[in-house]
Every structure is written in structure tokens, then in C-alpha cells.
């Protein structure tokens, strides 16, 4: 099922991964309710709390999608191997500073 998602892809001229245009949403609309946050504090302005909570719905709504999609990536870009520079670079990190 997978092949034949990123086959359509193919098809239609998209051949980059899914994953990373997708995480824009989900980062923006938490970005978008901090600001709306803040703002609504600042001048009491319950709309913009509600835009807020609006804001954090939708990130929620969409980080699913995101996951899924992320893990299709994954499987499909590097059929669901560990990539070892990664694992290692985090070990080194966690070596560095602990």
C-alpha cells in the first residue's frame, strides 16, 4: 500500500518525502497559539484565547497525519532501517554532556 501511495506520487511529479512538509502545520499552529497566547494576555482579549485553543486543536488534529506519514517515509526512503551515524551521533551527544 505503501508503493502504491508514493507510485501515485510518482505520477502526478512529486517525488520528495511527505513527511517533512507536513510537520509545518502541526509547529505552526503551537507557534500560532503561543502568540495568540500571549497576546490574549496581554490586552484580555478572549477571541484570541479561543483562537488559541483553536490554534492547539488543529496542531493536535494534524500531528497523527504527521506521525503516519513520517513512518511511511521511513519505510519507503529507508525501508525502516536504524541509520548508525544517527544512533551514534546521539550517543556521542549524550557522552559530550553527561
Not at 497559539?33 to 490554534?55: D, M, P, Q, Y
Request: hydrophobic residues 50%; proline residues 5%.
Amino acid at each position: 500500500m505503501i508503493e502504491f501511495f508514493y507510485k501515485i506520487l510518482t505520477t502526478v511529479g512529486y517525488t520528495h518525502p511527505i513527511h517533512a512538509p507536513t510537520t509545518h502545520i502541526p509547529v505552526g499552529m503551537v507557534i500560532g497559539a503561543f502568540i495568540f497566547g500571549i497576546v490574549s494576555w496581554k490586552f484580555r482579549k478572549e477571541n484570541l484565547a479561543r483562537t488559541a485553543h483553536h490554534c492547539i486543536t488543529l496542531a493536535l488534529l494534524a500531528l497523527l497525519p504527521t506521525v503516519i506519514v513520517g513512518i511511511m517515509d521511513w519505510q519507503h526512503y529507508y525501508a525502516g532501517a536504524w541509520l548508525f551515524p544517527i544512533v551514534n551521533s546521539n550517543h556521542k551527544c549524550n557522552t559530550i554532556w553527561w
